[in-house]
């Protein structure tokens, strides 16, 4: 059986991923296709080309496409809560009530043209829409590979009204125990403040995290934004997650924030240079996220963390990695899976891994990200003999040996390998790589890149063989999913990826899903002692990360960046 996963529901993140008989094939986002960070507005066009092509799939040869977004009926009372809460917007209000599936209707349109452009026929094929928090969390859930009862969570800005999801799996079945509807949003009471500190939403969430460290939680109580009785929550929407006249505007643009919290906590932020009272601010809201999230997790999941200690989160939320330090520190939590693509492009997989169950088929526990494109070593001269600049290039006889070498000296590489990873996180094949042990690589790096910004730390990819040494837990984190503390005795041996606050967002490293990978770093500790090495994706900033060796090409003569390994070629700038 094959079955096609689309996301792009909610206006970003349009991505393709594709199931054959419950195996996970081919899966990738817009964005990197057509070079437009989170594809606004678009769906996956390229991506679904580039995924039949990839496996050798007729268009109608497909037999599901599932979508994670569904029509939302009138009794449910998201509906009725939305209408309730946005009484202040009564167009927004009254439209949840007369003709609460507006977007579903008009993502349906799109989805049915997309399959009769790419001659899948949408006529044919069965549509499978799937809710959006369900599709969430099926992505954590049978991705998980959790034989046992376990807890899910789902957390993000919204899909269709539900904001945050709590449940349980179960024999391959998911079961709801408690939804959130919009505005009571924790996803977006954490965006609406990171507009606040001056960063954008989708992006800027990892800057509020990364700045966090630095500053004070409890210079100032943020306990107005939200009412939380550990049970439920409500979000104060006369200061965040606002809407219509409520938004703050500037330049003719709306904020989801208000002038009163600007009359609060004073004007945005501008710039990336003013620190005083805003890392303060970030600290507060990434506590407030975190006290709130775990205490809903604790009220509505303790039972089962007791019984089995297995969690799975997805959500946009899911990929704030110090929360989800803080889960796997709960008491009874053996084991946390993240969905690596946690956000809305992982919803591709989890709509085609909920269609692929529900008809019988299930699916496989995820083995690795990836899924994306490939190219030989000639399809990457290739493109160098085609470039609009000369291109010196040779041959390598040993890259990991050799590249270990370059490293070693003191340098960053850019490092393009095998196929583009799914998800945010550069996991070792589009990177930008740096010996974590000399000191200002770090800044090496952001110097010949380029603006990239100083609140995001680097981060570590480490061998299987002393992780657990490095990290002090044995918990796996194949992903970047979490942040770990580093062992005293490794803070010094490798300073360039412990963040300010002693934790690392580890990638452990293990030969069978990337051994050349795991190659380089096995030559990296012949030379420095030390089986890590720093990771950071391959793309300037504000640009998707590189899929093809042009657009590896593009970056390179972009940036100030000396050297880049292409499968077995080495490029040198004179
Ligand atoms: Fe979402």
Same mark, same amino acid.
């Given at each position: 059986?094959?079955?096609?996963?689309?996301?792009?529901?909610?206006?970003?993140?349009?991505?393709?991923?594709?199931?054959?008989?419950?195996?996970?094939?081919?899966?990738?986002? /817009?964005?990197?296709?057509?070079?437009?960070?989170?594809?606004?507005?678009?769906?996956?066009?390229?991506?679904?080309?580039?995924?039949?092509?990839?496996?050798?799939?007729?268009?109608?040869?497909?037999?599901?496409?599932?979508?994670?977004?569904?029509?939302?009926?009138?009794?449910?009372?998201?509906?009725?809560?939305?209408?309730?809460?946005?009484? $202040?917007?009564? =167009?927004?209000?009254?439209?949840?009530?007369?003709?609460?599936?507006?977007?579903?209707?008009?993502?349906?349109?799109?989805?049915?043209?997309?399959?009769?452009?790419?001659?899948?026929?949408?006529?044919?094929?069965?549509?499978?829409?799937?809710?959006?928090?369900?599709?969430?969390?099926?992505?954590?859930?049978?991705?998980?590979?959790?034989?046992?009862?376990?807890?899910?969570?789902?957390?993000?800005?919204?899909?269709?009204?539900?904001?945050?999801?709590?449940?349980?799996?179960?024999?391959?079945?998911?079961?709801?125990?408690?939804?959130?509807?919009?505005?009571?949003?924790?996803?977006?009471?954490?965006?609406?403040?990171?507009?606040?500190?001056?960063?954008?939403?989708?992006?800027? /969430?990892?800057?509020?995290?990364?700045?966090?460290? $630095?500053? =004070?939680?409890?210079?100032?109580?943020?306990?107005?934004?939200?009412?939380?009785?550990?049970?439920?929550?409500?979000?104060?929407?006369?200061?965040?997650?606002?809407?219509?006249?409520?938004?703050?505007?500037?330049?003719?643009?709306? $904020?989801?924030?208000?002038?009163?919290?600007?009359?609060?906590?004073?004007?945005?932020?501008?710039?990336?240079?003013?620190?005083?009272?805003?890392?303060?601010?970030?600290?507060?809201?990434?506590?407030?996220?975190?006290?709130?999230?775990?205490?809903?997790?604790?009220?509505?999941?303790?039972?089962?963390?007791?019984?089995?200690?297995?969690?799975?989160?997805?959500?946009?939320?899911?990929?704030?990695?110090?929360?989800?330090?803080?889960?796997?520190?709960?008491?009874?939590?053996?084991?946390?899976?993240?969905?690596?693509?946690?956000?809305?492009?992982?919803?591709?997989?989890?709509?085609? #891994?909920?269609?692929?169950?529900?008809?019988?088929?299930?699916?496989?526990?995820?083995?690795?990200?990836?899924?994306?494109?490939?190219?030989?070593?000639?399809?990457?001269?290739?493109?160098?003999?085609?470039?609009?600049?000369?291109?010196?290039? #040779?041959?390598?006889?040993?890259?990991?040996?050799?590249?270990?070498?370059?490293?070693?000296?003191?340098?960053?590489?850019?490092?393009?390998?095998?196929?583009?990873?799914?998800?945010?996180?550069?996991?070792?094949?589009?990177?930008?790589?740096?010996?974590?042990?000399?000191?200002?690589?770090?800044?090496?790096?952001?110097?010949?890149?380029?603006?990239?910004?100083?609140?995001?730390?680097?981060?570590?990819?480490?061998?299987?063989?002393?992780?657990?040494?490095?990290?002090?837990?044995?918990?796996?984190?194949?992903?970047?999913?979490?942040?770990?503390?580093?062992?005293?005795?490794?803070?010094?041996?490798?300073?360039?990826?412990?963040?300010?606050?002693?934790?690392?967002?580890?990638?452990?490293?293990?030969?069978?899903?990337?051994?050349?990978?795991?190659?380089?770093?096995?030559?990296?500790?012949?030379?420095?002692?030390?089986?890590?090495?720093?990771?950071?994706?391959?793309?300037?900033?504000?640009?998707?990360?590189?899929?093809?060796?042009?657009?590896?090409?593009?970056?390179?003569?972009?940036?100030?960046?000396?050297?880049?390994?292409?499968?077995?070629?080495?490029?040198?700038?004179?």
């Amino acid at each position: 059986m094959i079955v096609l996963g689309l996301s792009g529901a909610v206006s970003h993140d349009a991505s393709a991923a594709l199931y054959i008989d419950g195996k996970l094939v081919a899966a990738a986002e /817009e964005e990197r296709f057509i070079r437009d960070k989170h594809a606004k507005g678009k769906m996956a066009y390229e991506a679904t080309r580039f995924c039949l092509e990839y496996a050798g799939v007729k268009p109608e040869q497909i037999d599901i496409v599932a979508f994670p977004y569904a029509q939302i009926s009138l009794t449910s009372p998201a509906r009725w809560h939305y209408a309730k809460r946005y009484w $202040y917007a009564p =167009d927004r209000a009254i439209m949840a009530l007369l003709n609460g599936n507006r977007r579903y209707d008009s993502n349906y349109r799109e989805v049915m043209k997309l399959l009769d452009d790419l001659d899948i026929g949408s006529s044919r094929v069965k549509f499978v829409p799937v809710e959006h928090h369900l599709a969430h969390a099926s992505s954590a859930y049978h991705l998980s590979g959790f034989k046992e009862k376990c807890a899910i969570i789902g957390i993000d800005g919204k899909g269709e009204y539900a904001t945050t999801f709590f449940g349980y799996g179960e024999n391959g079945k998911i079961h709801k125990i408690k939804e959130f509807y919009d505005p009571d949003s924790l996803g977006g009471m954490y965006g609406s403040l990171t507009e606040f500190l001056g960063f954008e939403i989708l992006d800027g /969430e990892f800057k509020v995290m990364g700045m966090a460290p $630095y500053g =004070d939680p409890n210079r100032f109580d943020f306990s107005r934004l939200i009412d939380c009785d550990g049970k439920n929550f409500k979000i104060n929407t006369q200061l965040v997650n606002c809407l219509g006249m409520r938004r703050y505007k500037e330049k003719g643009k709306g $904020y989801y924030f208000s002038q009163k919290l600007i009359d609060w906590l004073g004007p945005k932020r501008q710039g990336d240079e003013i620190d005083d009272p805003y890392i303060d601010y970030a600290a507060s809201i990434q506590q407030l996220l975190e006290t709130t999230a775990l205490s809903l997790i604790e009220h509505y999941l303790g039972d089962i963390i007791k019984d089995t200690g297995k969690l799975c989160f997805a959500g946009g939320v899911a990929l704030n990695v110090k929360l989800n330090q803080r889960i796997i520190d709960l008491p009874g939590v053996k084991e946390l899976f993240v969905q690596p693509a946690a956000s809305d492009a992982g919803t591709a997989i989890g709509a085609a #891994s909920f269609a692929s169950e529900q008809a019988g088929v299930p699916v496989e526990k995820l083995q690795h990200v990836y899924l994306g494109p490939s190219y030989t070593t000639d399809e990457c001269i290739q493109a160098c003999e085609q470039y609009e600049q000369k291109v010196n290039w #040779s041959r390598m006889t040993n890259v990991p040996v050799e590249t270990a070498k370059i490293l070693d000296y003191g340098n960053p590489v850019a490092w393009f390998q095998g196929r583009m990873e799914f998800g945010p996180r550069a996991l070792g094949n589009r990177s930008i790589l740096g010996s974590p042990s000399h000191r200002g690589v770090a800044d090496r790096i952001n110097a010949q890149i380029k603006y990239r910004e100083r609140w995001r730390p680097f981060c570590p990819s480490i061998l299987d063989t002393v992780a657990a040494d490095i990290l002090q837990t044995d918990h796996p984190s194949p992903y970047m999913t979490f942040t770990f503390d580093v062992a005293e005795h490794w803070k010094q041996r490798i300073p360039e990826v412990v963040h300010e606050d002693g934790t690392a967002r580890a990638q452990i490293v293990n030969k069978n899903t990337n051994a050349r990978y795991y190659s380089l770093i096995e030559e990296m500790e012949k030379l420095s002692g030390n089986a890590v090495i720093l990771n950071t994706s391959l793309n300037r900033r504000g640009e998707p990360m590189v899929c093809s060796p042009t657009d590896a090409l593009n970056m390179f003569y972009g940036s100030d960046l000396e050297y880049l390994v292409m499968e077995d070629i080495l490029i040198k700038k004179p």
